[in-house]
């Protein structure tokens, strides 16, 4: 039988990294919480229409990243390649847009068909943000304020912002045609991908990886030359509110995200420590997108971290203890079940506590083994002696404290005495 193996690009995360994915996640969601953004849950698989609709049918996600398949009645379904579809979509369906604004986040799992490589998987985890009905720069000035708090809760150093702005529609549709005009006329240095996007999305061209595209991307004109007057109030606004908030930033006129819906403001936070793959967080202002969807013009900008990138950067100081503090050896038949019903006690009494309790038996010595290596502060055995004596024998584990016994009546007052619960 051939080996099992998980499926190529998706990977397991093994009870050794767990805790830094707690503690990564907790952190940020405690950040989110002190913006007032709420948590919302939502499908992992949507129907294969919206994000196609959402997301463009031009871009790499749509054309060739997608997890879609027929369900048993032979709709198209699609493992979800990012959050902002399925957030507009629910949006719209429970009637949170209509008059309101709204701060949202979700977290979870992402799915695109890349090559798998540093920094790229096939699944992937984000936390992504979104904000619903905020017309003016200081609720994206407060998105790249909140990043820039978790960055530092999270003692990242090397990390830097780019922004810029991709205007309307409007001035955006003037500068594609000089952008066309220029990439036409350099048409023989222009990959497969790129020959595409001239005819489809040409302003996707500036966003190629492909390093012998570099030059020519950055003798491009840029957008910034025409930008009408509402976008760039609304850039300097940004500005100034980074500016005073001592935000550092370069603009990059050559920035522009991987979805069509995307105007105004795009930002990105980059690591110079990840290697090609060096983008941390990604987001943008995506006025058009809810009115897209047939809803109400609702102006909306969002962000979402990479979880995996960022946790090659993290540092992971004060992070919460796992290891249990205190083990408990039962030893013979008849001390098993009050030797559970003991450990539930102790649970009740003192909710911090973490202990271990040996199950399935063995030698006392077999025992006593798997308490050393569990870590745990004490070893608490509890053999038919003790049982016969309602008292329980105490070994220091860590220590060189001579062994001890403690009655049962005592035990509560005794480990919340020894023990440091942290
Ligand atoms: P890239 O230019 O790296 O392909 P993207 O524009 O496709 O990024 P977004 O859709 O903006 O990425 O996703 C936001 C973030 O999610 C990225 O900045 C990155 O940190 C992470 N991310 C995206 N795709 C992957 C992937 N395949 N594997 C791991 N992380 C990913
Ligand atoms: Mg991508």
């Known amino acids: 039988m051939a080996k099992l193996q998980a499926v190529r690009g998706m990977h397991d995360i093994l009870m050794h990294d767990t805790p830094r994915w707690q503690f990564l996640e907790e952190t940020i969601q405690t950040i989110l919480s002190q913006y007032s953004y709420q948590e919302i849950r ?36 699609t493992l979800r390649p990012e959050g902002t579809a399925g957030c507009v979509r629910a949006g719209i369906e429970h009637g949170l847009f209509h008059n309101q604004t709204q701060r949202l986040w979700y977290s979870g799992p992402m799915f695109r068909h890349e090559r798998p490589q540093k920094g790229r998987q096939r699944q992937f985890h984000q936390i992504g943000v979104e904000a619903f009905g905020f017309n003016g720069p200081d609720i994206d000035a407060e998105q790249i304020l909140m990043c820039s708090r978790i960055w530092q809760a999270l003692n990242l150093s090397d990390i830097s912002l780019e922004i810029n702005s991709l205007g309307t529609t409007e001035s955006r549709s003037e500068y594609r045609t000089i952008l066309v005009d220029y990439f036409s006329s350099h048409k023989n240095q222009l990959d497969e991908d790129s020959l595409v996007r001239l005819e489809q999305n040409p302003l996707r061209i500036l966003d190629s990886k492909n390093p012998d595209m570099k030059s020519l991307i950055m003798g491009a004109p840029t957008l910034d030359e025409h930008l009408d007057t509402e976008s760039a109030d609304h850039f300097a ?124 038996g063995g030698s006392f010595k077999s025992q006593f083994k798997k308490a050393d290596k569990s870590g745990a502060q004490l070893a608490l055995i509890l053999g038919e002696d003790e049982l016969d004596n309602n008292q329980l024998t105490v070994k220091y584990l860590r220590s060189d404290k001579p062994q001890t016994t403690v009655k049962w009546s005592e035990l509560t007052n005794f480990l919340s005495t020894s023990l440091q619960f942290n």
């Open 237 to 360: 606004g940004l500005k100034e509110i980074l500016d005073g908030a001592d935000i550092k930033y370069t603009v990059n006129p050559r920035l522009v995200r991987g979805l069509d819906y995307y105007g105004k403001t795009v930002f990105e936070w980059i690591s110079n420590q990840l290697g090609a793959q060096g983008t941390v967080c990604a987001g943008g202002r995506y006025d058009g997108l809810v009115e897209h969807h047939g809803a109400s013009s609702t102006p909306a900008v969002g962000f979402a971290i990479g979880l995996e990138r960022l946790m090659e950067l993290a540092s992971f100081v004060n992070m919460p203890e796992t290891t249990p503090h205190v083990y408990l050896l039962i030893s013979g038949e008849k001390s098993v079940k009050p030797g559970l019903l003991l450990a539930e006690q102790l649970r009740n009494q003192l909710p911090n506590i973490r202990i271990l309790s040996h199950c399935g």
């Open 42 to 77: 939502l499908p992992i698989v949507e129907k294969t229409e919206l994000f196609k609709r959402s997301i463009g049918d031009n871009t790499d996600i749509v054309s060739k990243e997608m997890y879609s398949f027929d369900d048993r009645n032979d709709s198209s379904l």
